[in-house]
C-alpha cells in the first residue's frame, strides 16, 4: 500500500513537469510525453480508487487497453526519433504485435490477459535496444546521457525485466503463494518509482536542450 501511494506521488511529479514544459515551450518539443504521463496518471488513480471502495473488481479490461495505449504511444514516440530502416523495423513491430492482439488475446475480457503484458515487454525492449544501436551507430560529441531519450528508454528496459517475471507467473502465484504475489507486486512498484524518476530526469534533459 505504501509503496503503491509513493509511486503514485512520484508519478504526479513528472507529469507537472512536462504540463509546465508542454505551456512554456509545446507538447512536440518532448514528444508528448505529457498525454502518456496523463493516461498513466488517470489510470492508476482510477484504478487505486475503485481498489479502495471494492478490492474484488476486475480492473483487467482498463489495463488491457491502457497497454494498447502504451504501444501505440511509444510507436509514434520512438517514430520521430528513428531514423530510415529503424523507423521501418518498428512500425513492424507494433504491426506484429497489434494484430496479435487483436486476434489471439481476450483485450476486451474483464480478466487482465497476461499475454499483453509480455507483448508490452517484448515491445519496449526491441524499440529501447534499437534506440542504443542508433545512439551508438551515429556517433555525436553529445554525451549520451544528456539525451532525453536515454533515460526513457533506460526506465523502459528496467521496467520491462521486471514486469516478464512478474506477469509470467502472476496467475500461478496468485492461486499458490499470494505471499510471494504481494511481495512481486511492492517489487513493481520500487521499479514504477525508479521508472519515473527516470521520466523525470528526461524532462530536466529536455528543457535543457530547449533552452540552448
Keep these: 500500500m505504501l509503496t ?13 513537469k512536462s504540463f509546465y514544459l508542454g505551456r512554456k515551450y509545446s507538447f512536440s518539443a518532448q514528444n508528448y510525453i505529457f498525454i502518456y504521463l496523463l493516461i498513466t496518471f488517470s489510470n492508476e488513480c482510477t ?61 476486451l475480457g474483464n480478466d487482465f490477459d497476461k499475454r499483453i503484458g509480455i507483448l508490452i515487454t517484448l515491445f519496449y525492449i526491441i524499440n529501447s535496444i534499437l534506440w542504443f544501436y542508433q545512439k551508438i551507430s551515429f556517433f555525436d560529441e553529445n554525451k549520451i546521457t544528456d539525451d532525453p531519450v536515454f533515460w526513457i528508454s533506460t526506465s523502459l528496459l528496467m521496467w520491462s525485466c521486471f514486469f516478464i517475471f512478474r506477469v509470467t507467473p502472476m496467475f500461478f502465484f496468485a492461486k499458490n503463494d499470494s505471499e510471494f504475489l504481494n511481495f512481486l507486486k511492492i517489487g513493481q512498484n520500487i521499479i514504477n518509482i525508479g521508472m519515473y524518476i527516470m521520466f523525470y530526469i528526461s524532462l530536466i534533459k529536455y528543457e535543457k536542450q530547449m533552452k540552448l
Aim: glycine share 4%; hydrophobic share 60%; proline share 1%.
Design 47 to 107: 484504478a487505486f480508487i475503485r481498489d479502495q471502495i471494492n478490492s474484488d473488481v476486475k480492473v483487467g479490461l482498463q489495463y488491457n487497453l491502457y497497454f494498447m495505449f502504451c504501444v501505440v504511444f511509444f510507436y509514434f514516440f520512438y517514430s520521430l526519433v528513428f531514423k530510415n530502416v529503424l523507423k521501418k523495423i518498428s512500425l513492424l513491430s507494433v504491426i506484429l504485435l497489434l494484430g496479435y492482439i487483436f486476434l489471439f488475446t481476450k483485450f
Design 4 to 16: 503503491g501511494i509513493i509511486y503514485k506521488i512520484v508519478l504526479f511529479f513528472p507529469l507537472i
